[in-house]
């Protein structure tokens, strides 16, 4: 069994965390947002 190690977000997480998010913006209609922002506005 795995454990999961929960953290808060780091300014190194961002790329990877905007490349998630942009998946979710471009095809899907969970977020409110309909323009897919660049990293320095993320």
């Known amino acids: 069994m795995s454990i999961a190690i929960i953290r808060n977000a780091r ?19 969970v977020t409110f947002e309909t323009n897919v922002a660049t990293s320095h506005e993320f």
């Open 11 to 29: 300014i190194e997480d961002t790329k990877r965390i905007l490349e998630i998010y942009v998946y979710y913006v471009k095809y899907t209609a």
